[in-house]
């Protein structure tokens, strides 16, 4: 029998931009938070509040962001590239940073900061495993394959 090459999937401007926006969106929060750590803004406000307003804000970025992507799904959904190296890039500092905002966002909450990187060895290995299959699938950049 001849083998068939499974045909890859090519994914538009669209799905690339929903999948940065989103992961933007989810991570926004710990972001700004670790900027609210190295500026000492906890000593000004009262951080729950900060982080209630935060969600708030967050949320409703999203509405909007999610209504402007609908809005230019069309002729987002008509650009492709053969690879989408520079999202991946940004996908990944996002994580990064994100990772960071949560390890801040933990010691916000109270929690014992003894088991802060018990917490974050999971998180990291879950995320990079899902980094390594979106980089491989989606995103067209598979930087574990020899060449």
């Not at 926006?21 to 710990?30: D, R, V």
């Not at 938070?33 to 900060?50: A, G, H, M, R, W």
């Not at 008509?78 to 940073?97: P, S, W």
Request: glycine share 4%; proline share 1%.
């Amino acid at each position: 029998m001849m083998d068939v090459k499974r045909k890859t999937r090519i994914y538009s401007q669209y799905e690339i931009n929903v999948i940065n926006f989103y992961a933007s969106m989810i991570w926004l929060l710990p972001i700004v938070l670790v900027v609210t750590y190295v500026f000492e803004v906890d000593q000004l406000l009262n951080i729950n509040q900060f982080i209630i307003w935060l969600a708030i804000s967050n949320g409703i970025i999203t509405l909007l962001g999610t209504v402007i992507l609908l809005l230019k799904r069309d002729t987002m959904k008509r650009h492709v590239k053969a690879g989408y190296r520079n999202e991946f890039v940004y996908l990944l500092f996002i994580c990064a940073f994100g990772l960071l905002g949560f390890a801040v966002f933990y010691d916000y909450m109270g929690f014992d900061r003894q088991y802060i990187a018990n917490v974050l060895i999971v998180l990291a290995a879950f995320l990079v495993y899902i980094l390594l299959n979106l980089g491989r699938k989606i995103f067209k950049f598979d930087y574990m394959k020899k060449k």
